[in-house]
């Protein structure tokens, strides 16, 4: 079945440092690939996303490209600050009548002045 | 666009105790998605709606649990004979119909069951 494998946490960086947090994936059919991030007691937050192959996703200086050849959403941020500390998890959605999302268990990062 | 709502945001009850959750939808989207959360997992889908038709609900984790939309707006989870194993915190999320939309989730109802 179709399936999310996240980088487990914890993710602790100081801040400006680089970020990549890997995500594969297992799906049948051509999937749409999110990254969602959740802040403490809050609910999960779109980060960004690609539909389709080769699709570059954008948002808040972090980014992440759907790579289907090695079937991977790795999210990545060149600088990151204390207020990215999250949880951060990828998703998969295969489409049609469900709109099921498959999450990944998510990667807990901290930032540190 | 006022978000996603839930209701209530905690909630505390005792083993055997039937609990209720409410979640207010994104008013133009006519898909709503209830998960369920443990710490340090991932949200784990339970079922979903469209408009009042209940699409998917094999999901749900047991014959305890049941959701209701009645009017195609908001939606309730009810819990029946509440079990420890029950603590979580249950997201709620709503979406436009079309394929490929991002699901716009809540803050949450976390639930301890003492």
């Known amino acids: 079945g179709d399936s999310v494998t996240q980088m487990e946490g914890p993710v602790t960086l100081s801040e400006e440092a680089f970020l990549t947090i890997n995500c594969t994936y297992t799906?049948?059919?051509?999937?749409?690939l999110f990254w969602y991030v959740q802040y403490p007691g809050e609910g999960l937050q779109l980060l960004l996303k690609?539909?389709?192959?080769?699709d570059k996703g954008s948002n808040k200086g972090f980014e992440a490209t759907y790579r289907k050849e090695t079937t991977s959403f790795h999210l990545e941020k060149g600088s990151v600050q204390v207020s990215d500390s999250a949880v951060y998890f990828c998703?998969?959605?295969?489409?049609?009548?469900?709109?099921?999302?498959?999450f990944g268990t998510g990667t807990s990062l901290t930032v540190i002045p | 666009d006022t978000g996603v709502s839930q209701d209530p945001r905690h909630k505390i009850t005792k083993r055997g105790q039937n609990v209720t959750f409410r979640c207010d939808p994104i008013?133009?989207?006519?898909?709503l998605y209830w998960y369920r959360q443990t710490l340090g997992q991932g949200p784990e889908f339970l079922t979903y709606?469209?408009?009042?038709?209940?699409?998917?609900k094999s999901r749900l984790l047991s014959d305890r649990f049941s959701a209701e939309r009645p009017k195609g707006s908001f939606s309730t989870l009810e819990i029946q004979r509440t079990e420890q194993g029950d603590s979580a915190m249950y997201l709620c999320?709503?979406?436009?119909?079309?394929?490929?939309?991002?699901?716009?989730f809540g803050d949450g109802t976390r639930l301890s069951i003492l």
């Open positions: 690609a539909t389709k192959a080769d």
């Open positions: 008013s133009e989207h006519n898909r």
């Open positions: 999320a709503s979406s436009l119909e079309a394929s490929n939309q991002p699901q716009h």
């Open positions: 799906a049948t059919g051509y999937p749409s």
């Open positions: 998703a998969l959605l295969r489409g049609g009548t469900g709109n099921q999302f498959y």
């Open positions: 709606f469209q408009n009042e038709a209940q699409l998917e």
